[in-house]
C-alpha cells in the first residue's frame, strides 16, 4: 500500500542542535517526518515521533513545506553563532519516494548551496540522490554523501527492509557518485545477513566505508533494537547465531584487510564530520 502523504506548514525552525550519537555535528536536518521505507530496525521507531504516531512506522510521511524567506533567515542566523556543520537525515530518509515529486530536499540543498555550511553529511539509502549530483557538486569537499548498503543479498534486504530501494540500484548509485566526483561513502549500517562476496565487492565501489551493527549503532547499546524485535527476526531468517556483535567485528577486520589504512571505520567514527 502506498505511504499516506500530508503537507505540513512551514516548521518555525528547521534546524535542530545536535548532541550524543551525532556529536561533532552541530545540527541535525530533516525534510521529511516518518519515513515510507519503514526498515524494521529503524530506530526512530522507538523515538516519540514513531510510538505517539497510530498508523504504523513505514506507511505514512509528512511533507515539510520550504518558506525560503524564513530558511534563510535562520540559516543566517544560525552561521553567526558558529560553524555550522549538518547530519541532513537523521530521522528519515531526504530521498524517499515523496523527494520524487515533492523535492523538499533539493529546496532546501539549493538554499543551502547559496551559503554553504562548513560541512554536511547526506544520509540516505536511495538511488534517487544521484538525480541532485549537480547540486551536490557546489558543496565541493564540504558535503559527503553516505549510502546504506548493508547487505549484498536480496533476500536479507526483503526481510529486513522490504519497502526499501533494490540492492542493485544502490550499487548502480555508488558507481554514478563516485564518475560524477562526488565524496560519498557506503554504510553497512547495520550489518545484516550478507553473501561472502560482500566485503570484495564494498571494498571494489567505495574509497571509504563504514560498518555499525545493532549492539553498538542504535543509540542505546541494542536495547532499541532488542525491543523492535530484531532477535526474533534473525531466527525466522534462519540465521539467529549472525545476532551478535562479533559478525559486525569479524566483517570489519575482513574489510579492513581488504582496503587501505584509514578506509574503513566502525559506528561513530564512520559517521563524523
Ligand atoms: S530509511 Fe532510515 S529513517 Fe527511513 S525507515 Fe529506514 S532506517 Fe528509518
Not at 138 to 145: E, Y
Not at 157 to 171: D, G, M, Y
Not at 210 to 217: K, S
Not at 242 to 263: K, Q, V
Request: aromatic share 12%.
Amino acid at each position: 500500500m502506498a505511504p499516506r502523504i500530508q503537507i505540513r506548514k512551514a516548521p518555525q525552525r528547521w534546524l535542530t542542535p545536535a548532541g550524543g550519537y551525532l556529536s561533532g555535528y552541530s545540527h541535525t536536518l530533516n525534510p521529511y517526518v516518518g519515513c515510507a521505507f519503514g526498515c524494521s530496525y529503524c530506530y526512530v521507531r522507538e523515538m516519540p515521533v514513531g510510538r505517539f504516531r497510530e498508523e504504523a512506522w513505514g506507511s505514512w510521511a509528512d511533507v515539510k513545506t520550504v518558506d525560503e524567506k524564513r530558511f534563510r533567515a535562520e540559516w543566517k542566523r544560525e552561521k553567526t553563532k558558529g560553524p555550522l556543520l549538518l547530519f541532513f537525515g537523521s530521522a528519515t530518509d531526504p530521498y524517499q519516494p515523496a523527494e520524487i515529486r515533492h523535492e523538499v530536499t533539493r529546496s532546501l540543498l539549493r538554499l543551502m548551496a547559496e551559503d554553504p555550511p562548513e560541512f554536511v553529511l547526506l544520509q540516505t539509502r536511495s538511488p534517487l540522490v544521484v538525480r541532485d549530483t549537480e547540486l551536490i557538486r557546489l558543496f565541493g569537499d564540504r558535503i559527503r554523501v553516505s549510502l546504506t548498503i548493508e547487505t549484498d543479498s536480496e533476500d536479507a534486504r526483503k526481510h529486513f527492509t522490504p519497502a526499501a530501494p533494490p540492492l542493485q540500484a544502490r550499487w548502480h548509485a555508488a558507481e554514478q557518485l563516485s564518475a560524477a566526483g562526488i565524496p560519498y561513502q557506503l554504510a553497512v549500517s547495520p550489518l545484516l545477513p550478507h553473501t561472502p562476496a560482500f566485503a570484495e565487492r564494498l571494498a571494489a565501489a567505495a574509497g571509504r566505508i563504514v560498518v555499525d551493527d545493532f549492539f553498538r549503532g542504535d543509540g542505546s547499546m541494542g536495547k532499541r533494537t532488542e525491543r523492535l524485535g530484531l532477535r526474533a527476526s534473525y531466527s525466522a531468517f534462519g540465521e539467529p547465531e549472525l545476532y551478535a556483535p562479533e559478525t559486525a567485528d569479524r566483517f570489519y577486520s575482513r574489510l579492513a584487510a581488504l582496503m587501505p589504512a584509514g578506509a574503513v571505520f566502525f559506528g561513530q567514527e564512520g559517521f563524523r564530520p
